[in-house]
């Protein structure tokens, strides 16, 4: 079956960084578009960035400039570096393909 496992978040202080890594299985990996999602509370989930097989990458409007999806075939894993983060960034974050979803990861921007 498939699983998706996310790992990274944490707590960063406004302006730091953090990098966000799914690692996926049970796909094809190397031909499968996947993306970053976001729910913070009270809050519909939000599209953050995807990346297509042949890494064409889109980025949701609030996080253009900011944040970077990029992928690793050999390693079946997907990352978000997330540079310069607010406080409006903190939500769980999970990694998608499909219709199948990682468990999330928290993150936390706040001083």
């Known amino acids: 079956q498939v699983q998706l496992v996310e790992s990274g978040g944490g707590l960063v202080q406004p302006g730091g960084s953090l990098r966000l890594s799914c690692t996926a299985s049970?796909?094809?990996?190397?031909?499968?578009?996947m993306s970053w999602y976001r729910q913070a509370p009270g809050k519909e989930r939000e599209l953050v960035a995807s990346?297509?097989?042949?890494?064409?990458?889109h980025y949701g409007d609030s996080v253009k400039g900011r944040f970077t999806v990029s992928r690793d075939n050999a390693e079946n894993t997907v990352y978000l570096q997330m540079n310069s983060l607010k406080p409006e960034d903190t939500a769980v974050y999970y990694c998608?393909?499909?219709?199948?979803w990682g468990q999330g990861t928290q993150v936390t921007v706040s001083s």
């Open positions: 998608n393909v499909g219709r199948h």
């Open positions: 990346i297509t097989g042949s890494s064409n990458t």
């Open positions: 049970g796909i094809i990996f190397s031909i499968s578009g």
